[in-house]
């Protein structure tokens, strides 16, 4: 029996995609990657070998208008060429949204897609690209088995406390609530920290997913306590373009005062905002760093301060804090932004050791650091991989 399983992260612009050998129970080896990018502009399709290397490339005209059939149809024809026309066991899609019913991975039928379809306006700039993968993928491998991973269900479990928000019970009834996204990332930095270090990942842990979105998670013994994403991936943290928690008497005043109509404020708020709109640079941090232009330091400062707040906030909801992990590609690759962190934080007990996070080493943090401060690489995609195998082939005990 075939056992490579594809994944796929599609999106607005680009659709992400890994292949991976789940031969033996419980391995995973990934045989490549790549993205179909440049969606709506210039598409551009490429795989890589898990060294880096491109095995194959496809260039569309620019300016080509393409449905998601026609943008994944040289991915699955490459890889029926190099695998067989058996070869591909199932799809796993990263879902952004699985609302209040959809707690872990589910096989995708017509009911649940029609289902999650129903949740688009809880993530209308998310959740209509995955479910055109997943529809797109039904029409051109329709005996495919399709698996649906969400980002929402890791914290699913949250305390209602955690989960209301203040408003009249009306709108919760419609399922307005603090979801909290980035869940495969911090199931996989859960899994990793459970190897690495056990007892520390069944204590008080922070993740902090930093990379173009970005977010906190409270972890007690690798469950999610409380996150800083809420009831959309706009909440929390200042991130790239996304501007992170906001007065929403801000968002009244950019309806009113400025007459910017509604999707013209939420292209402010997710596209505009964060790094890109605090610098007037970049959203992308190493461009940042690199700049001596003082607006790209204030940028950087605000986005250090935030976390730094929120961190002691969920360290409250903690009630304490025994680990604090950093991943993605600012919280993997940064040492100056870690540092700045934890500077802010010794306060907490945090004690940054500098040549051990110069190094970008698995544990930043001094012998005598209250808190022990870790650097685990996420891999979502993986994440994907393992639930699609397992809902479709384990055998129950
Ligand atoms: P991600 O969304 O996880 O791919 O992360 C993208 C962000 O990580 C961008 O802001 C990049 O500038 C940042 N990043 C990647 N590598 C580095 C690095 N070596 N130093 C600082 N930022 C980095």
Same mark, same amino acid.
């Given at each position: ?18 292949? $991976? ?47 998601? /059939? ?14 067989? /026309? /058996? ?98 990332? $911090? ?51 200042? #991130? ?6 906001? !007065?929403?008497?801000?968002?009244? $005043? ?42 790209? $330091? /204030?940028?950087? !400062? ?80 993986? #994440? ?14």
């Amino acid at each position: 029996m075939s056992r490579t399983i594809l994944t796929l992260n599609a999106g607005s612009s680009s659709i992400k995609f890994a292949l $991976y050998d789940m031969a033996t129970e419980g391995s995973r080896r990934q045989l490549s990657h790549g993205e179909v990018e440049g969606i709506g502009s210039e598409p551009h399709f490429i795989a890589k070998d898990a060294a880096g290397a491109t095995l194959t490339e496809h260039h569309w005209p620019a300016g080509a208008k393409l449905d998601h /059939e026609a943008l994944l149809t040289p991915l699955l024809a490459w890889i029926t060429a190099h695998l067989g /026309e /058996e070869s591909l066991a199932a799809v796993g899609h990263r879902v952004v949204h699985g609302g209040e019913r959809w707690d872990r991975p589910v096989r995708l039928t017509p009911a649940v897609i029609a289902d999650l379809t129903r949740l688009t306006p809880l993530a209308p700039l998310h959740q209509p690209h995955n479910l055109a993968a997943v529809q797109a993928v039904a029409r051109l491998r329709p005996r495919l088995p399709q698996v649906a991973c969400f980002d929402t269900a890791f914290h699913h479990d949250m305390a209602p406390t955690v989960s209301r928000l203040a408003l009249p019970r009306k709108f919760a009834d419609e399922g307005m609530r603090r979801y909290g996204f980035h869940g495969l990332s $911090y199931e996989y930095i859960a899994g990793q920290l459970r190897e690495q270090a056990p007892a520390l990942a069944a204590g008080r842990v922070i993740a902090a997913h930093l990379g173009n979105g970005a977010s906190l998670c409270a972890m007690h013994d690798g469950c999610s306590v409380d996150t800083t994403m809420g009831f959309t991936a706009l909440d929390g943290l200042m #991130m790239g373009t996304r501007c992170g928690n906001l !007065d929403p008497g801000a968002v009244l $005043y950019l309806l009113q005062q400025h007459g910017l109509n509604a999707s013209e404020v939420e292209h402010v708020l997710y596209n505009e905002s964060g790094l890109l709109g605090v610098s007037g640079i970049s959203n992308d941090m190493r461009t940042l760093l690199n700049s001596s232009d003082p607006h790209a $330091y /204030e940028a950087i !400062d605000l986005f250090v301060f935030r976390i730094a707040r929120e961190i002691g906030a969920l360290a409250s909801s903690l009630g304490g804090l025994d680990g604090l992990v950093f991943s993605a590609g600012i919280g993997e690759h940064s040492a100056p932004i870690r540092a700045a962190v934890c500077a802010r934080l010794i306060w907490l007990g945090i004690e940054c050791d500098g040549d051990a996070n110069a190094r970008n080493a698995a544990v930043i943090s001094t012998p005598s650091s209250r808190v022990q401060v870790r650097v685990i690489p996420t891999d979502e995609e993986a #994440m994907i991989a393992t639930h699609t195998m397992n809902l479709l082939y384990s055998v129950p005990a």
